[in-house]
């Protein structure tokens, strides 16, 4: 079974991405063949700035490696690295149906959140198909937002293979139910673009800021409280065990335990977890010339498994 995951560079990573296609990936890292590529191309749709694309990019890697990505067990590659994704975004445009892209809700979204309207926005959905195609995936993990996506991946692969003949796997998606939708910190869903996240490796300060900012009720601290819908209690459950989180549960609708209690728990829980990663990646970063080799060779090993895809494909439509 072939697994590829994706990540956009467009900001630094936070505790939604960790426990939605990170934790995802690294779970997966001993059930098959894994490929994960760093999607600087889609980051272009909202980072303008060279040098700063190039340095996040550098971070996911950084990130990754940190948190738990075997480069022995998974090729890890910059999108941008294999040229050939962007040849079979053209061919799969010329199938795609306008109509199929205005249905998507991304799209949408992201221009009532003030993205600008761009070609490059409206026609995501067709290169992250290329991207699962070229390497004919048979999963991919991906957050809920991204299961149209992924449908969108499924029609492309079957108009293609009705137009040319069976070329391509029609890919499943892997969306752990259980960390479906991780809230942010003014409860919406945890996201760059609401501007609510907390990052992975954010300086300690800041991050203990942010979890003791998380906003909640009125509810005073005598009162009793619901523990489920609660943002604190929905990532503490990402973090603790099952026990400390039922501990927590009882606390709440015991009364006479309040948010700031639970927030400083939810801190606790997050650097026990999180330190470790954090002092690999601060020695990971002292060493540019590894992680270079890492994306380079990742990106060979990209080339050389797409490579008879590509082939196949170019004799078909005729080139």
């Known amino acids: 079974m072939r697994i590829l995951t994706g990540i956009q560079p467009s900001g630094k990573l936070h505790w939604g991405n960790y426990f939605g296609a990170m934790k995802s990936m690294f779970d997966l890292q001993a059930k098959g063949e894994n490929f994960m590529f760093i999607a600087n191309f889609h980051a272009m749709t909202t980072v303008r700035d060279g040098a700063a694309l190039r340095a996040a990019t550098k971070d996911v890697a950084l990130d990754y490696l940190a948190c738990g990505l075997d480069p022995?067990?998974?090729?890890?590659?910059?999108?941008?690295?294999?040229?050939?994704?962007?040849?079979?975004?053209?061919?799969?445009?010329?199938?795609?149906?306008?109509?199929?892209?205005e249905r998507c809700h991304s799209y949408k979204d992201k221009l009532a959140h003030g993205l600008e309207a761009t070609h490059g926005l409206f026609a995501y959905p067709v290169l992250m198909a290329a991207d699962i195609l070229i390497m004919q995936a048979d999963l991919?993990?991906?957050?809920?937002?991204?299961?149209?996506?992924?449908?969108?991946?499924?029609?492309?692969?079957?108009?293609?293979?009705?137009?040319?003949?069976?070329t391509f796997k029609l890919p499943d998606a892997y969306i752990?139910?259980?960390?479906?939708?991780?809230?942010?910190?003014?409860?919406?869903?945890?996201?760059?673009?609401?501007?609510?996240?907390?990052?992975?490796?954010?300086?300690?300060?800041?991050?203990?800021?942010?979890?003791?900012?998380?906003?909640?009720?009125?509810?005073?601290?005598?009162?009793?409280?619901?523990?489920?819908?609660n943002s604190i209690y929905e990532l503490y459950k990402l973090f603790a065990t099952p026990e400390e989180v039922a501990d927590m549960a009882a606390h709440f609708r015991a009364g006479n335990y309040g948010y700031g209690h639970a927030k400083k728990a939810l801190l606790e829980a997050y650097h026990r977890l999180f330190d470790p990663f954090r002092a690999k990646r601060e020695e990971l970063a002292k060493d540019g010339d590894t992680l270079e080799d890492i994306l380079r060779a990742g990106a060979a090993k990209a080339r050389a498994a797409a490579a008879p895809t590509m082939e196949k494909v170019r004799a078909a439509v005729g080139l």
């Open 140 to 166: 991919v993990p991906v957050g809920k937002d991204q299961k149209q996506h992924l449908e969108v991946t499924r029609d492309l692969a079957q108009k293609f293979n009705n137009a040319y003949g069976e």
């Open 176 to 229: 752990p139910e259980t960390v479906a939708t991780i809230p942010g910190t003014d409860g919406q869903k945890m996201s760059k673009s609401y501007h609510n996240t907390i990052e992975l490796f954010e300086p300690n300060g800041s991050i203990k800021k942010k979890v003791m900012g998380i906003v909640t009720d009125s509810k005073t601290m005598e009162e009793p409280k619901e523990p489920e819908g």
């Open 72 to 101: 022995e067990k998974t090729v890890m590659y910059r999108q941008s690295d294999v040229p050939e994704v962007q040849e079979l975004a053209w061919y799969l445009s010329c199938l795609t149906p306008m109509g199929l892209l």
